[in-house]
């Protein structure tokens, strides 16, 4: 896959990079304008080919859980619903606080790799398992203006790299 960088990888950023390459994962790379929002990957869906996700940074009532919910870009996410099925209580936004001392990222830059900054191993990662249907994903690299493309087999190797277990979740 295609590789295209005009601008010299951030320190968060180059540890996907790091990871990707240490599991020899077959990845491509775009950059491009910054995406804030699941409507804003409409941008760059034709040079991104396959499926393009939404992902929620969360925390419990009591703020000493975090999770991470990967979902298909277009889907509406109701938060009782996914309590409900991670076994948690009352869900919120993590703050952008939280999001800088957890997954060392700013708001806009929630993505599956991030997990890489977990420290204290903290975040549990959940994947709709419509995700999970064999084709190429995209995600940003721990910044908003690049996009990876990998394989679902290159993200489950790289989710058991730096030893953290994917979830499966029906959204």
């Known amino acids: 896959m295609n590789k295209i960088f005009s601008t010299e990888p951030t320190e ?17 790379v775009i950059e491009h304008e910054p995406l804030y929002t ?9 040079q991104a080919p396959g499926l393009h996700a939404k992902n929620l940074f969360l925390r419990n009532a009591k703020g000493n ?5 990967v979902t298909l870009d277009e ?3 109701n938060l009782k619903e996914v309590r409900s099925k991670i076994g948690s209580t009352a869900l919120s936004f993590a703050s952008e606080q939280r999001l800088m001392n957890v997954l060392k990222l700013v708001p806009g830059s929630v993505n599956p790799f991030a997990v ?17 249907n064999g084709e190429l994903l995209n995600f940003h690299p ?6 990876v493309t990998i394989s679902l087999e290159d993200l ?16």
């Open 12 to 28: 968060v950023e180059q540890k996907v990079y790091d990871v990707l390459e240490a599991i020899g994962a077959d990845y491509g």
């Open 38 to 46: 699941a409507e804003d990957l409409n941008k760059i869906k034709e």
């Open 65 to 69: 859980k975090y999770y991470l919910i």
């Open 75 to 77: 889907k509406a996410i």
């Open 116 to 132: 890489v900054n977990d420290e204290n191993k903290v975040v549990q990662v959940f994947i709709d398992k419509d995700l999970l």
């Open 142 to 147: 721990n910044v908003n203006y690049k996009t």
């Open 156 to 171: 489950k190797k790289y989710f058991e790299y730096i030893n953290v277990e994917l979830n499966e979740i029906e959204l």
